[in-house]
């Protein structure tokens, strides 16, 4: 049996989080969350996982800072990462602008299209990807 792909999650809402964990927890990813941005990134760091979803608003390390870190850690440099905001737009950039900028793997506004992020989940991870064995 092929192990099921281990995803990161960060958000600093809970809700949000049950959500994904049950769809990702469906479709057979494997899933394991922190509240903060420093906790998942220590996390990542102690076992890369497959792919990391996180908020823009995190706390004590947002969700553009948790980014440029792992693009910046060799070891985790190519984990795909998935970027949420609640905020469509704010005064100058906004958060659609910054995950381009930060080379987000996908960014999505809440409430976010559940299979639009497995799409773009399943497409960053490719034969990694459960539904790449159905």
């Known amino acids: 049996m092929t192990p099921r792909p281990r995803v990161l999650i960060a958000s600093h809402d809970r809700e949000a989080v049950d959500q994904l964990r049950m769809l990702l927890d469906a479709r057979g990813y494997r899933t394991e969350v ?3 941005g420093p906790a998942l990134l220590e996390r990542a760091r102690s076992a890369p996982p497959a792919a990391i979803i996180a908020s823009v608003r995190l706390p ?3 969700g553009y800072e948790l980014l440029c870190a792992v693009r910046a850690d060799s ?3 190519k984990t795909p990462v998935l970027l949420l905001s609640d905020v469509t737009t704010e005064s100058g950039t906004t958060d659609a602008e910054w995950a381009r900028l930060t080379e987000a793997t996908a960014f999505f506004t809440e409430p976010m299209d559940p299979e639009a992020l497995l799409g773009a989940l399943s497409a960053a991870l490719g034969p990694q990807s459960p ?3 159905n």
């Open 60 to 62: 004590r390390l947002n």
């Open 34 to 36: 922190e509240r903060t």
């Open 75 to 77: 070891a985790l440099a």
């Open 131 to 133: 539904s790449a064995s």
